[in-house]
């Protein structure tokens, strides 16, 4: 699930009701990934907070990223609108 915030802050995200294990990205108002956070399900005891402003985080299966060879630094691409 991709997010968009109304502008860049530093967003969290916890695990209250979700039964798998998922990664969140962090992308800059740049779009580009400043931090993967792995989230393990744990009825939100824990609060995920990105370490800098986010404009974009994208939510996915855990270990997406590290098969996918994304890693901070890449770049988010958009269509146009």
């Given at each position: ?54 404009l974009w985080a994208l939510e996915v299966n855990q270990g997406w990223f590290h098969r996918n060879g994304v890693g ?10």
């Amino acid at each position: 699930m991709l997010f968009r915030f109304e502008y860049p802050q530093r967003v969290r995200f916890w695990m209250k009701g979700v039964d798998i294990p998922l990664a969140i990205g962090f992308f800059s108002a740049e779009g580009v990934l400043t931090e993967v956070v792995e989230m393990p399900p744990d009825g939100g005891a824990t609060i995920h907070q990105a370490s800098s402003p986010t404009l974009w985080a994208l939510e996915v299966n855990q270990g997406w990223f590290h098969r996918n060879g994304v890693g901070v630094g890449a770049e988010l691409e958009l269509p146009a609108d």
